[in-house]
C-alpha cells in the first residue's frame, strides 16, 4: 500500500504530539516501526491503516493513495 507521504505523515506527527511511540507501538507492531514510518523507511501495511483509522477517527482512504 502506497501513502501520500508528506501530506499523510505530517498529519500523523501533528496527531501524535501529544503520544509517545510507544502510544503506538500496537498498531505498528513495535516501537521501531513507528520510528521507521515517521522518518519515511517504512510504509503503512494495511493493518496499520485500519489501526490508525480506528484510533484516530478518519477515514483509510486518508492514507491510500
Not at 503520544?19 to 498498531?27: E, V, Y
Not at 484516530?56 to 486518508?62: E, K, Q, R, T, V
Request: with cysteine; proline share 0%; net charge positive.
Amino acid at each position: 500500500i502506497s501513502l501520500g507521504l508528506v501530506g499523510s505523515e505530517m498529519c500523523i506527527r501533528d496527531s501524535t504530539n501529544n503520544l509517545a511511540q510507544k502510544d503506538l507501538a500496537d498498531i505498528f507492531g513495535g516501537q521501531a516501526n513507528v520510528s521507521k514510518f515517521l522518518t519515511g523507511k517504512r510504509k503503512l501495511s494495511s493493518s496499520q491503516i485500519a489501526g490508525l483509522k480506528h484510533k484516530f477517527h478518519i477515514s483509510a482512504d486518508f492514507f491510500v493513495r
